[in-house]
């Protein structure tokens, strides 16, 4: 079922440049792979028909990410929305029909979670009255349990909690194997590009380990003090 755009609703996609997720998340190599995710994020919103603000580092204020976020949200009930679904770019398995379902869950009342794998969450859908900024900024942003706390917060604030799909979202080298075990869920492009970085990585590894074993086996009969290698 797909909705057409909501008066009450909108989509915050809060989601820094790609230039910003590299330097952040340095395993990518370069901001391909960030690209990717967000136009695929964007792609998938905008289906949906609902309104939606992309929010990056630009438009971002506040110290820590829990006041960056928790801003963000404020900026969206100010323009005098009544709920909001909020997502990043870095669940690839994200689709319109997630934010449709949390679109259609937040008309009868309730509050919306995707659950990620890593212990936090890919969206939420929230009223207004459900949002509480002292509360939301003493949450444990980018740590683990995350989505315990802010599950008990909702079943205090909330008339009802309702869960979406649990997803992988992708923050290290490991994520990137995970999300890959999910390939129907992904673009063809994607999936390039994730398979790309993986026998990248491999090749660097397999460099890597060359060298040093050239470098052991080259100066293994070294008759002077031990030499001491420090490749980290």
């Known amino acids: 079922m797909k909705f057409k755009s909501s008066k009450n609703t909108a989509i915050l996609i809060f989601a820094n440049s790609s230039k910003e997720e590299l330097r952040q998340k340095p395993f990518a190599k370069n901001p391909i ?62 689709k319109a029909t997630h934010l449709n379902k949390a679109y259609q869950q937040l008309q009868l009342g309730q509050t919306i979670l995707g659950p990620s794998r890593d212990g936090g969450f890919y969206l939420m859908g929230l009223h207004h009255s459900n949002f509480d900024r002292d509360l939301f900024i003493r949450l444990p942003w980018q740590r683990l349990g995350l989505f315990n706390s802010i599950t008990t917060v909702f079943n205090t604030l909330s008339n009802g909690l309702y869960l979406l799909p649990v997803h992988q979202d ?63």
Do not use: W
């Open 33 to 94: 792979l960030f690209e990717a995710m967000t136009e695929q994020t964007l792609l998938e919103v905008q289906k949906t028909g609902i309104p939606y603000y992309h929010c990056t580092e630009i438009e971002q204020k506040g110290a820590t990410f829990g006041e960056r976020f928790v801003n963000a949200i404020e900026s969206i009930y100010e323009l005098g929305f009544e709920n909001i679904i909020t997502v990043g770019n870095d669940c690839p398995q994200l």
């Open 170 to 232: 992708i923050d290290s080298l490991l994520d990137v194997k995970k999300v890959l075990a999910f390939s129907k869920d992904l673009s063809k492009n994607l999936i390039k590009i994730l398979q790309e970085l993986l026998a990248d990585n491999k090749k660097t590894q397999i460099s890597r380990s060359l060298l040093i074993s050239h470098l052991f086996f080259s100066h293994y009969h070294n008759k002077g003090s031990p030499m001491i290698f420090n490749f980290l």
